[in-house]
C-alpha cells in the first residue's frame, strides 16, 4: 500500500506528545509527521516527558519519532523546540542552535496573516509555579489514569463498543479544571492583545482550540495544539489558508491497516532504545546508569 502525497505546510505545531510515557500515540504521531512536509515545524513543549522518564519504557515507535525528527532536520525543516514544563530541564540549553534545531522558550513567527507569539504555556500553571511536588504527582496520577483508559478502551473494542476518553470526562466534570482552562486562555489572550500580536499559540492543557478572543484593548485569535495522548491534534498553518485545527481521527487518509514499515521494528530492549535516543542528542551513558 502506498503512502498519500504529502501535504505542504509552511508551520506546523504539535505539542504535549509526552514521548516515554503510556499515554503516547507515538505511532499515530510518525504516520501524521509522514504525511506532511512543513517548512518550519514547532515542537510546542512537552515532547519528552522528562519528568516521568524511564529506562524500562521507551518502546521502538518513540525512537522512531525522534529518529524521523531528526531526518526532517537533516532535510531542510526548520524545528524549533520550544520547551515545557515535562521537558523543563532543556530549559538550561534555550539559545542552543544545533543545525536546522533550535532550542528556545517562546518564539515569534512573521507570517502573513499576522504575527504569531508561540510558547507552552506552563508559566501560566499556578500549581506550576508554586507547588511543583503537586503537579509532579498529578501528572503520575494522570499517567495512570490514561494507561486504565487505554484497558479499558482494549474492553470496549472487543464488545463492539465506542472509546471513551476518562480523562478528558474528568476534567469536563471539574469545575475547578473547566475555570483554570478557561482562566489560562484569558491569560494569554490578555497578554498577547497587549503586546500587539494577532495570533497567540499554546500548549499545555491538552485542550486545543481556534478562536477569537477580546479585551478592552483589542482581539487576539487564540490557539492551542492540543496534545498526543487524548486528542491527537496539530495547528497547521499555510499563506492560502491561514491557521487550521487538525485532528488525526478526522484524516481519513491515515485510517488505514499499518504499513509494513510501521511493524517491522521489533520492540527492542528498552535499555537498546534508551541508547539509541542518547545517541541520537551525542549523550552516553556510563555503563551503571
Given at each position: 500500500?502506498?503512502?498519500?502525497k ?5 508551520v506546523?505545531?504539535i ?7 503510556y499515554?503516547c500515540h ?9 504525511s506532511?512536509k ?11 516527558d522528562?519528568?516521568?522518564f ?12 525522534v529518529?524521523?525528527?531528526?531526518g ?21 540549553f ?10 528556545e ?5 512573521d ?7 508561540l510558547?507552552?504555556g ?10 511543583r ?5 498529578g ?10 483508559n ?8 472487543k ?7 476518562l ?34 499559540a ?7 482550540d ?14 492551542n ?7 491527537l ?21 491515515l ?13 527492542a530492549p528498552s535499555?537498546?532504545l534508551?541508547?539509541e ?6 549523550i552516553?551513558?556510563?555503563p551503571?546508569?
Amino acid at each position: 500500500m502506498s503512502r498519500p502525497k504529502k501535504r505542504r505546510l509552511d508551520v506546523a505545531v504539535i505539542s504535549d506528545v509526552h514521548l516515554g510515557t503510556y499515554g503516547c500515540h507515538a505511532r499515530e504521531l510518525l504516520r501524521y509527521l509522514k504525511s506532511i512536509k512543513p517548512r518550519v515545524l514547532v515542537l510546542n513543549g512537552d515532547i519528552v516527558d522528562i519528568w516521568q522518564f524511564s529506562k524500562s519504557y521507551w518502546p521502538a515507535a518513540h525512537m522512531q519519532v525522534v529518529r524521523h525528527l531528526a531526518g526532517l532536520a537533516a532535510k531542510g525543516t526548520r524545528i524549533h523546540y520550544l520547551t515545557g514544563n515535562h521537558d523543563e530541564l532543556l530549559r538550561r540549553f534555550a539559545g542552543t542552535r544545533l543545525g536546522a534545531l533550535s532550542i528556545e522558550n517562546k518564539l515569534v513567527l512573521d507570517l502573513p496573516h499576522g504575527r504569531t507569539w508561540l510558547f507552552h504555556g506552563d508559566v501560566f500553571d499556578v500549581t506550576m509555579r508554586h507547588s511543583r511536588w503537586l503537579a509532579k504527582l498529578g501528572a503520575e496520577g494522570y499517567d495512570l489514569l490514561i494507561l486504565l483508559n487505554r484497558l479499558v478502551n482494549w474492553g470496549l473494542q472487543k464488545l463492539g463498543r465506542p472509546r471513551v476518553q476518562l480523562s478528558k470526562a474528568v476534567k469536563d466534570r471539574v469545575k475547578s479544571a473547566v475555570s483554570l482552562v478557561s482562566d489560562f486562555e484569558q491569560t494569554a489572550a490578555t497578554i498577547a492583545i497587549d503586546e500587539g500580536y494577532a495570533f497567540v499559540a499554546c500548549g499545555h492543557i491538552h485542550c486545543p482550540d481556534i478562536r477569537p478572543i477580546s479585551t478592552p484593548k483589542g482581539q487576539v485569535t487564540y490557539l492551542n495544539s492540543g496534545d498526543w495522548v487524548e486528542n491527537l491534534t496539530a495547528l497547521e498553518y499555510t499563506a492560502e489558508a491561514g491557521w487550521r485545527l487538525y485532528r488525526y481521527a478526522d484524516d481519513a487518509a491515515l485510517q488505514t491497516p499499518e504499513l509494513p514499515e510501521e511493524t517491522e521494528a521489533a520492540e527492542a530492549p528498552s535499555s537498546a532504545l534508551l541508547d539509541e535516543l542518547l545517541a541520537e542528542f551525542r549523550i552516553h551513558r556510563s555503563p551503571n546508569s
